[in-house]
């Protein structure tokens, strides 16, 4: 495929830690591409080289033709003081389009991001509403190739299926850099790791995210072997090296220089094995026998005049892994910090175990001072913690966590936002709890991170209350989702998948009965000029109209009855794709009314003019 963006060869460095050595990345029309890579490993270095923000020391870039790059950075960067619409028209001050063009992009990016009102201010929409106006106002620049920074922050659930979506009919090439292993399954065709722990610097897997993890793990399993081969080899070489003097006389150079050869290697790849290392994130439960850790008994909340919720009844046990769904504003950390006790219900009962043990992840990270050291957040009593009963010197402490010792004495503003997340981890485990209150946990883990964490809750003994909008940590670690809408409703669910099914056939029959209703109505008084009489294309697309309909109903019913499929609902990639499929049929479903609506019009009114 053609070939519209390479950089060869880059060299960049910090200080006198090199982040790229020889590194190249080669775009193809319409590519795919999902970048990803441990905290720290150069993804957003990468995207800001390629786009021009940031310079290497060495490399050789090209741009095939007038091909256009727009940028997406992780940080929103919206005047505060403009509006939705002045937003997108200012995107296109410096493009190359006529206005009579521009007006139409603008009004096409209007609808893309949904947006009910055009002159609502920056500064009062929520952080997903203005991470979709950076994303629609990327888009309207009509670029060639897009590389988006973590697009997926701050959107919700529905938030990030619409990006998907509009990443899967697109047009035009783009790079991704995300640590949303569902997003990337469903969007990439080819995912690329950056890491040292590769011979390249770069591991790259044609195909989805899934495909990827299963052929990057056989290929570091067969590096830790090469490892083990290439250390035999070298005890055997050595040992021969070490014979006396007799012996020395009679070697033959080439088995000295093939002995340098494999000490090389062998450095070379235990430098890259060591590279692999993950965080060792355990929370430390009190393994309380108590059955009934936290109820909630038709609990009620309401906000600045908004009901969020009502009438929600929960018991929290040991082994209960409750996830909470809803859109940005629903109610989700309201709930959470009612259950955590900061906050009183306006309506209903709660009833806790004695002496009951909460922890409490904080997504805003609003207890960590900026200016406090590493040394200090992890260990603020002195040199060491206390961690199931053992004293553990804050180094070691550290180093489980992937901090090196020199990192200890560095203020936490200097700090990536993983580093900080893996901060308040470690809080959280060295405090013994029944209950775990987890909001957002995985903001800004890198997916290594993220793994080791989606396991430990899932081995957690106690009760688990998780917030987030990673589709697949909610799907692996939990075993309910209480969803809530954000207008009073609410509805508990097996998993996310059934939440989305559900709340998808809800959309559709609401949608089919206002298609019902507009349906019936005859368009009259219109300023149309119509012809004379129908021509036989259309007199024949109108009496077959009621046909096309009848099947396309059909199909969209057979595929709402396959949402009750467990196979299928259990099965986030195949859940997607129902998903995607469902919304094609109600679309054409759409498109076929409103097409038989403007023929009967024409009917209609070629009727009366006879009579």
């Known amino acids: 495929m053609t070939l519209i963006f390479s950089y060869k060869s880059i060299y960049k460095s910090y200080g006198d830690q090199p982040v790229f050595e020889d590194f190249s990345i080669n775009i193809r029309k319409k590519e795919r591409l999902g970048i990803v890579g441990s905290n720290g490993s150069g993804k957003s270095t990468l995207l800001r080289i390629m786009v021009g923000k940031s310079s290497p020391e060495k490399g050789e870039k090209f741009l095939k033709g007038a091909s256009k790059l727009a940028y997406l950075a992780q940080e929103d960067d919206l005047d505060p003081e403009k509006t939705i619409l002045l937003t997108l028209a200012d995107s296109l001050a410096q493009e190359n389009f006529n206005d009579q063009e521009r007006h139409r992009i603008i009004r096409q990016m209007i609808g893309t991001g949904g947006f009910m009102d055009e002159n609502a201010l920056c500064s009062s929409l929520s952080g997903g509403w203005k991470k979709r106006l950076a994303i629609t106002k990327t888009l309207a620049k009509k670029p060639d190739l897009i590389l988006l920074d973590e697009p997926t922050n701050h959107l919700d659930i529905s938030g990030i299926i619409w990006l998907e979506k509009i990443l899967q009919n697109a047009g035009f090439a783009f790079v991704i850099v995300s640590h949303d292993r569902c997003f990337l399954e469903n969007t990439c065709s080819r995912i690329m790791e950056i890491g040292r722990c590769y011979p390249k610097g770069y591991f790259l897997v044609e195909g989805g995210y899934k495909k990827f993890e299963k052929i990057r793990l056989n290929f570091l399993e067969s590096q830790v072997k090469q490892e083990n081969i290439l250390t035999n080899k070298m005890k055997r070489e050595t040992k021969w090296l070490r014979q006396g003097a007799k012996a020395r006389s009679t070697k033959a150079r080439f088995r000295i220089e093939k002995a340098d050869r494999i000490r090389l290697e062998l450095a070379a790849i235990r430098t890259r094995n060591r590279q692999t290392y993950t965080p060792e994130i355990n929370f430390n439960s009190s393994f309380r026998k108590t059955k009934k850790l936290l109820t909630c008994i038709d609990i009620g909340k309401s906000l600045n005049n908004k009901k969020l919720f009502e009438n929600i009844t929960l018991k929290l046990m040991p082994g209960t892994r409750l996830g909470l769904m809803g859109e940005n504003g629903s109610g989700k950390t309201s709930l959470m910090k009612i259950l955590e006790g900061k906050l009183m219900p306006d309506s209903g009962i709660i009833k806790k175990a004695d002496q009951l043990k909460i922890a409490v992840f904080d997504q805003t990270k609003a207890g960590l001072d900026p200016d406090m050291t590493l040394k200090e957040a992890l260990s603020p009593e002195g040199d060491s913690v206390i961690y199931r009963g053992d004293s553990i010197h804050v180094v070691s402490w550290a180093k489980k966590f992937l901090f090196t010792p020199d990192q200890l004495t560095l203020p936490l503003k200097r700090l990536s936002g993983g580093e900080r997340t893996k901060i308040l981890i470690a809080e959280l485990m060295i ?181």
């Open 431 to 611: 405090r013994p709890a029944d209950v775990l209150l987890l909001d957002e946990p995985t903001n800004d883990l890198d997916i290594p991170s993220l793994e080791i964490l989606e396991q430990s809750l899932m081995d957690f003994p106690g009760a688990i209350v998780l917030v987030s909008h990673d589709r697949q940590l909610l799907s692996n670690v939990t075993n309910s989702v209480l969803f809530l809408d954000g207008r009073g409703g609410s509805g508990i669910f097996a998993d996310y998948n059934q939440c989305l099914n559900i709340k998808q056939k809800k959309s559709i029959e609401k949608k089919k009965e206002k298609k019902s209703i507009t349906r019936k109505k005859i368009i009259k008084n219109t300023k149309k000029t119509f012809p004379a009489k129908l021509s036989y294309k259309d007199k024949f697309e109108l009496e077959h109209m009621e046909e096309k309909i009848l099947s396309a109903e059909e199909t969209a019913e057979e595929l709402m009855e396959k949402t009750k499929d467990k196979t299928i609902i259990s099965d986030p990639e195949k859940s997607v794709k129902l998903y995607n499929l469902i919304h094609e049929s109600q679309e054409k479903i759409e498109k076929l009314y409103k097409r038989w609506e403007e023929l009967e019009a024409l009917q209609t009114e070629i009727d009366h003019r006879e009579k």
